[in-house]
């Protein structure tokens, strides 16, 4: 099989600007760039497909290539990305179309509540300390009994048997003396 040049370099090329595209901070561009990374990736199955030959159908012969077919799944394959891919693009037409009505930027911004986490992780000596739970020991910042005190005791203590809720009787009252 041989390689045919220009396919392999429009897919290294789609590739590498979908690539560049996927990294741009604007989601249409990340979506266009998804698009032509999909679209090198159809152009690579397409040349990984073998060379052409005739139509992939069970007893049909062409007089140029004889048995030879082309692979079909590499086809079928290829078929379903391109129906995909006009889903998105689609999609993307769809999110063009309503930047430009309400004149809105579609660039993803850090978030500045992260941002101040970050600066203030950075700054805080809270991090060379240990972490103290707050079951542990105040002054000696070690385990105590009483386990996770944030969660629900019941589940930290073993199950007890079935309590008795009547009274209990004093030794010298017999039966029938009761105090109701």
């Known amino acids: 099989m041989t390689a045919n040049l220009l396919l392999l370099l429009a897919s290294g090329v789609s590739v590498a600007a979908g690539v560049y595209l ?19 990736a ?27 077919i082309a692979d079909p799944l590499a ?3 290829i078929l379903t990305a391109i129906v995909i891919s006009m889903a998105m693009t689609g999609f993307i037409l769809t999110l063009a179309y309503r930047q430009y009505r309400y004149r809105t930027a579609d660039v993803i911004e850090d978030d500045t509540e992260d941002a101040a986490i970050a600066a203030s992780v950075g700054r805080s000596t809270s991090t060379i300390s240990p972490d ?21 005791s019941s589940f ?5 048997g079935p309590e008795k809720h009547h009274k209990k009787k004093p ?9 109701d």
């Open 22 to 40: 996927l990294l741009d901070r604007a989601m249409t561009k990340m979506l266009m760039g998804i698009l032509l990374i999909g679209n090198g």
């Open 42 to 68: 159809n152009l690579l199955m397409l040349q990984a497909g073998g060379e052409p030959g005739s139509p992939p159908i069970t007893g049909r012969e062409s007089t140029q290539y004889g048995e030879q």
């Open 75 to 77: 086809q079928g394959m």
């Open 132 to 152: 103290v739970d707050a079951s542990s020991d105040p002054t000696t910042g070690r385990d105590t009994d009483k386990g996770d005190a944030f969660g629900p």
């Open 156 to 160: 930290e203590e073993p199950v007890k």
């Open 171 to 179: 030794e010298g009252t017999a039966k029938g003396d009761s105090d």
